[in-house]
């Protein structure tokens, strides 16, 4: 059983990142994935940035973002769901932090903490990242109930690498979905 009830409903971040093929185009079609299933509801984007390839050098920019959404699922059935976008959206696994047309890690499942083969809450890398950090800071309110936004910030303070991540956009997806489905 994937579900809890709904009064168990809780706000999860996801983190985008893509850097083949036409970037916001893929973040956006993967937003809508997201929210086309019955138990996910997409409720804050952040802004879109443009970041400098962090791991292995030699490939293009990314651009990033990040998404709170609501949700019944588990966050094992949510990662399942975000692997399965991703594989529909052209992501093919070859290089260690290399290319692909779309990637995205739960970060955050309302403070839960778990270590399976399959998935590591938080996120164990998210908190070195200002590709993901600073995305992220834009959506998570002050007095989110787990901590985040006191984490974020903190982490924030005294990260190297915030020159990497340069604003590009706001985030068209309620736009870019109305105009879709007219
Ligand atoms: N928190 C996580 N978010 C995304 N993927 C995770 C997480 N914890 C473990 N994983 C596993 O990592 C790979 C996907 O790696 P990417 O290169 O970031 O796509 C997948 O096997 C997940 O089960
Ligand atoms: N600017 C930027 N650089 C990156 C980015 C990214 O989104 N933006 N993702 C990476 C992470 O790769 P991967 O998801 O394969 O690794 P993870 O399991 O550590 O998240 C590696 N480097």
């Not at 168990?8 to 079609?29: F, V």
């Not at 956009?169 to 879709?180: E, G, I, P, Q, V």
């Amino acid at each position: 059983m994937t579900t809890t009830s709904p009064s168990e409903l809780s706000e999860a971040y996801i983190a985008l990142g893509a850097n083949l093929g036409d970037r916001e185009a893929t973040l956006m079609q993967a937003i809508s994935e997201l929210q086309k299933h019955p138990e996910i509801e997409v409720l804050r984007c952040s802004n879109l940035y443009e970041t400098d390839p962090v791991g292995y050098l030699d490939q293009p920019c990314f651009v990033n973002m990040a998404v709170a959404v609501r949700t019944s699922l588990d966050p094992e059935a949510l990662l399942a769901f975000m692997l399965d976008i991703e594989l529909r959206l052209g992501r093919e696994r070859t290089i260690r932090f290399g290319p692909r047309t779309v990637d995205l890690d739960l970060l955050w499942a309302g403070g839960r903490v778990l270590d399976t083969p399959l998935l590591t809450l938080p996120h164990p890398r998210m908190m070195e990242r200002a590709f993901v950090l600073i995305p992220l800071a834009d959506i998570v309110p002050e007095g989110e109930p787990s901590g985040l936004f006191e984490r974020i910030h903190n982490a924030l303070d005294n990260l190297d690498g915030k020159e990497g991540v340069r604003f590009w956009k706001t985030c068209n997806w309620h736009s870019a979905s109305a105009l879709s489905e007219s």
